[in-house]
Structures are given as structure tokens and as C-alpha cells.
């Protein structure tokens, strides 16, 4: 009993002398705090994937001031909660705010990562299906060969039952506008909904895909999306594009049809932009067998061949819990390197991995072992040091697209999204949107503005992030040097309006 009491004393005495050591007296120990902690940082700095970015003074303005902007903006909307909750509750906040409308007038370079079908506004697809008298709307629920909601082209008295002429649905109910337009967007679920996300994702791209189809409505569909990007300062798209036959109502066209409409929307476009261009990531389904995609990869070659600028790469997408590994092509992908020897070019992988959050999804491994180009999503590549130092070692892009990653689940928090790590661990990346108008909003400003935020990037990473979009970007060497020099001038005319705006200010 002695003897415990006096360990007790003891204990006691020692813990109350290392309370009263004051805590600067750690340098006399024998421990160099500050120089340490300054060592670490540095370094930390150093090995960012911004490291070699440098600001002006001016920037170093700019910076400052979009700091306070931001800090003022979470101080009014809630902090943290903001940016965590559903992006269609907040839109409305976002839009109204100063930041947002700086980062609209800010140029973006290139968006690397969308689909075809999911780039325009909804609400313009709407109103332009209803103008045209041989669009048809699908009314039944619960049928087998269409969906609720599906939109179709028919010439008049040759649709199918459940069909009815959109404006004419429109006219005799009054809500169904709003209802389609919820049809064709995907709300952002409840965390403790037991909603099959990727099933309601895909039924979208299903709801318009007859429309988007319809060739006199296919060039306006994209002659509008290419506007809509170049209005948010965004001069090249890369699209991953499900090519398939376009239609009328007397004919039906081969895919090289497609191809052609998009260069002369392109042309069209380049008349009044002449900055803009479009390059084609020609994109199957994981879902698909080997030999579907030995098919597929034999046609890419053929179209690269013959649209050498517009086709850029090849990809695979579908959600990776249920879509085959990329592995389960490793045939197809072992006859890429004869199709290189016979077509005399190379045709770059550009590969979905990673859209996961398992650390048994080893898709990032073979997509990287693959010499893949960039990365779509790579939301669990910080779970693999390894893949994590290759990625840095060979330069591979990764596509980040924050919202779509919130609004289909894979990270609910924005704020713990894994680019925080990827990019201070030197991995570059760039912005993008996935599918902007599925999630209700056309453009890249959303993605740029609700990542400034949950991130706290600073102006040296957006910097970075816009000019990686153009700078891996799959472009002739020519083409990237012209797009390079073009988003260089804006981004310093960018630089400089804001200069302006900032003296006024202080005047």
C-alpha cells in the first residue's frame, strides 16, 4: 500500500514539472520546432502539383482577394454544411454570389471529361423538342421496350401506344414541363435513400437518346452545347462519344454521318470562335463482350484514319461495380499494338478508372500498367502509393469532376474528396463536368467554384488546373501550341480586368 502511494506521488511531481515546462523551452531540449516545421512545409510545397507555378503581384492581389471572397461566402452560407449539401438545394446561392461570377469570367482552357448527351442544358432541350411537331413523349409507366418520360421522334399516327405528341401533352397537363424536367435531371439522393443511383442515371441518357439522335436535332444539340461551353470560357471539349447512327424521319445514317455533322457544326462555330475545337474520344461499354470490342477498337482505327484531328482515343465506360474489370479485355487490348503497326498511328487510351470508393477495385492497375493517357474519376487512386508515384513519374492526368462525384455518391463530403491528397502529392489534374446537364447546369464554372471552396485551392492550383486541361489535352503538337497561346492571352486578360476592378475598389 506504501509503495503504491509513493509511485503516485512521484507520478504526480513528474506530471506537474512537465506542465510547468514552458512550451517555448523546446528549442533548449534540443528541438528545433520552427526550423523543422518550416523543413516540412517547404517540402510539401515543393512536391505540390502546382509547385512550378508562379503569380505576379498582381495575381498575389487577385488571390488575396478571392481568398476573402470565399471566406466571406461560407461565413454567410453556413461554412462546411454549404458545400455539403444537395448542389441543386444551393445552385441558386452559388449564381448570386461575386465569386461565382469571377470564376465565370475566368478562362478554363479545355473540358477533358463529358458525354455525349449530357453537355446541354435541359431546359433548352425541352423547349426545342416541343417546337418540333414529330416529337413524341412516352406516358405509360412500368412497360417493358420504354421508359417514362422517354422522348422519340414518329411521324404522326405512327407511334407507338403509350406515345403522345410532347406539345400536345404539355397543353392538357399544366405540370408536366416541371415533371419532365425532373425526368431528365438526377436530384441528388438522401444518404439514407435505398435509390439504385446509377439505374435513375442512366434511365436520363435513355429519356433523350432517340431525340438527341434525330439528325436536324443533333447538329442543334451541339451547335448549342459548344456555344454554352465557349459562353462559360471554355475553348476545347474532348467528348467520350457512344457514336451510333443518326436518323430522320425518312432515313437512317452510318456513323461516319455523325462524324461529318460535327465537323461542319465545329466549322460553323470556328467562323465567329475561331479558337474553338472538338476532339473525339470514340467510347464502348464495359459491358460489352471481347470480341464486341476487338469490333469496336478496329473501328475506332478506321474512323482515326480518316479523321485523324477529330478522333483522339478510346474508352470504356459503365459503373464499375457491375461493368466487366478492364482486365477482362486484355485479348483486345493485346491486338492494339498490331492495329498500331498497320494503321502506322497510335490510338491512346484514355481510360475510366477508379469511379470507386472499394480498395478491391483494381481497375487503376491496368489502366496505368496499359499506358493509359488520363484518368476518368481515379477517385480511389490514394489508396495505392504505388500507382499513386507512377501516376506522378509518367505524368498521367487525372479528371477530376467534383460534382458529379458528390451527386452520383461516391463522395458525399466535399470536402474529404480524394484530389485534396492526389494534388499535394504531385499528381496532376484537371476540371471537369462528367455531365453537366444531367445534374442541372451546363458549363465548368460550378465544378471550378464548389472545388475552391471544399478544397481551399489557391490561385496557384486553379492556375494549374486550367492551363493541365490544354497542356494534356490530346492535340497535335501545333494544335496544343496555338491552344496554349490562346488561353495564355486570356487568362492575362483575365488577370488584368480583375487588376482594374480591384483599384476601383481601393479608390
Not at 25 to 33: E, K, N, P, R, V
Not at 161 to 181: H, S, V
Not at 449 to 462: C, G
Request: contains cysteine.
Amino acid at each position: 500500500m506504501y509503495l503504491l502511494k509513493a509511485l503516485l506521488i512521484i507520478q504526480l511531481l513528474l506530471g506537474t514539472s512537465c506542465r510547468e515546462q514552458p512550451e517555448n523551452d523546446l528549442a533548449s531540449s534540443g528541438i528545433d520546432h520552427a526550423g523543422s516545421k518550416k523543413e516540412l512545409l517547404e517540402f510539401d510545397r515543393e512536391n505540390g502539383f502546382a509547385h512550378d507555378i508562379q503569380l505576379t503581384e498582381i495575381e498575389l492581389r487577385i488571390e488575396k482577394e478571392l481568398s476573402s471572397l470565399r471566406a466571406n461566402f461560407l461565413k454567410v452560407n453556413g461554412g462546411q454544411a454549404f458545400f455539403n449539401k444537395p448542389f441543386q438545394k444551393v445552385i441558386q446561392t452559388v449564381e448570386e454570389s461575386r465569386l461565382f461570377r469571377l470564376i465565370q469570367n475566368m478562362p478554363k482552357g479545355g473540358l477533358l471529361h463529358c458525354h455525349s448527351g449530357g453537355i446541354t442544358d435541359i431546359s433548352w432541350l425541352i423547349t426545342q423538342a416541343r417546337n418540333l411537331p414529330e416529337c413524341f413523349v412516352f406516358t405509360l409507366k412500368g412497360h417493358t421496350d420504354f421508359v417514362y418520360g422517354q422522348l422519340a421522334i414518329f411521324n404522326q399516327g405512327e407511334q407507338p401506344k403509350g406515345f403522345i405528341q410532347l406539345d400536345e401533352k404539355f397543353e392538357t397537363d399544366k405540370n408536366f414541363e416541371n415533371e419532365l424536367f425532373g425526368l431528365l435531371t438526377l436530384q441528388e439522393p438522401a444518404q439514407n435513400t435505398d435509390i439504385d443511383i446509377w439505374e435513375e442515371f442512366e434511365k436520363r441518357f435513355l429519356r433523350i437518346s432517340r431525340l438527341v439522335a434525330y439528325r436536324p436535332f443533333f447538329k442543334a444539340y451541339y451547335e448549342r452545347a459548344f456555344l454554352d461551353l465557349i459562353e462559360d470560357n471554355i475553348y476545347h471539349v474532348e467528348i467520350r462519344f457512344i457514336l451510333e447512327e443518326l436518323y430522320d424521319l425518312d432515313t437512317s445514317y452510318p456513323i461516319e454521318i455523325t462524324l461529318k455533322d460535327l465537323e461542319e457544326v465545329t466549322t460553323n462555330i470556328q467562323k465567329e470562335f475561331p479558337e474553338f475545337s472538338l476532339s473525339i474520344i470514340y467510347t464502348s461499354f464495359k459491358f460489352f463482350d471481347v470480341n464486341t470490342i476487338d469490333e469496336q477498337l478496329k473501328t475506332a482505327y478506321d474512323l482515326k484514319k480518316k479523321y485523324p484531328d477529330l478522333i483522339s482515343g478510346f474508352d470504356l465506360v459503365a459503373e464499375e461495380a457491375r461493368g466487366n474489370s478492364i482486365s477482362y479485355f486484355d485479348k483486345s487490348w493485346a491486338k492494339m499494338e498490331a492495329f498500331t503497326e498497320q494503321y502506322g498511328f497510335e490510338l491512346p487510351l484514355l481510360l475510366h478508372a477508379g469511379e470507386s470508393r472499394s480498395t478491391g477495385n483494381e481497375n487503376l492497375y491496368d489502366a496505368i500498367l496499359l499506358n493509359t493517357k488520363r484518368i476518368g474519376h481515379g477517385l480511389n487512386l490514394s489508396y495505392y502509393p504505388s500507382l499513386t508515384k507512377k501516376v506522378v513519374q509518367e505524368n498521367i492526368l487525372v479528371e477530376l469532376s467534383p460534382l458529379s462525384n458528390k451527386i452520383l455518391g461516391y463522395v458525399p463530403d466535399l470536402g474529404n474528396h480524394p484530389a485534396r491528397v492526389l494534388m499535394s502529392r504531385g499528381v496532376q489534374c484537371s476540371i471537369s463536368s462528367d455531365d453537366p446537364s444531367v445534374f442541372g447546369y451546363k458549363g465548368l464554372s460550378y465544378d471550378f467554384f464548389m472545388a475552391y471552396i471544399a478544397w481551399e485551392l489557391n490561385l496557384k492550383e486553379i492556375k494549374k488546373l486550367v492551363f493541365n486541361s490544354i497542356e494534356h489535352a490530346n492535340l497535335t503538337n501545333n494544335r496544343k501550341k496555338s491552344a496554349m497561346q490562346n488561353l495564355t492571352e486570356a487568362w492575362d486578360e483575365f488577370v488584368s480586368e480583375f487588376a482594374i476592378e480591384l483599384e476601383d475598389k481601393d479608390f
